[in-house]
């Protein structure tokens, strides 16, 4: 079975920036490579008690949390759950020519108008969007209501609110 190993998305997003220079690969960890290496054993009892050695300090390593071990499945959820942030081109969120999430639907847990009268809405998965134009939305965006956001220009995005007019909002968290 086939797993990749993925560093602590903490981790990732303080040191993301120094490595994010020319989408910079990550090495797998020497944990794993080290137990992949196992199969090159010609002795079947040798290669056997190398693979439970390595098999053991995966492990451990997995459990301390030194790694963590994920799907394809769970790394989509984090970009769903990071869509909107400027992200350095990591490895860790697919390989060059991946799919990019292009757009988000979602529902609104609150809404609110500053003074000024722009909306911020937080999404049902805590993802707080400020709008950044000056459109007055037809209806007031309330909680329940579902959006659709996709990519827009400058790193701004296009909200729908229940497919009516889009407005021009940005992730604020």
């Known amino acids: 079975m086939l ?6 998305p ?31 054993i010609e002795n079947a009892q040798e290669r056997l008690a190398c693979y439970d050695q390595k098999v053991d300090s995966l492990d451990k390593a997995q459990q301390n949390e030194d790694i963590i071990v994920t799907d394809k499945e769970a790394v989509q959820d984090a970009k769903k759950g990071l869509f ?23 529902t609104i847990k609150s809404a609110h108008q ?16 400020q709008q950044i134009d000056s459109e007055i939305p037809r209806r ?10 996709r990519k827009a220009s400058l790193g701004s995005y296009f909200v729908n609110v229940e497919g009516r007019r889009a407005i021009r909002m ?3 968290g």
């Open 3 to 8: 797993v990749r190993a993925i560093f602590m």
């Open 10 to 40: 903490a981790f990732l997003l303080y040191t993301a920036p120094l490595l994010a220079q020319n989408g910079a690969d990550l090495k797998a960890p020497s944990v794993f490579t080290d137990l992949i290496n196992c199969k090159s």
């Open 84 to 106: 909107g942030f400027s992200l350095p081109k990591l490895k860790i969120f697919g390989k060059e020519g991946d799919t990019q999430l292009e757009e988000l639907v979602s």
């Open 114 to 129: 500053d003074r000024s009268g722009k909306w911020t809405f937080v999404l049902e998965d805590g993802a707080e969007w």
């Open 140 to 149: 007031d965006p309330k909680a329940g209501m579902e959006v659709k956001i």
């Open 170 to 172: 940005r992730r604020i």
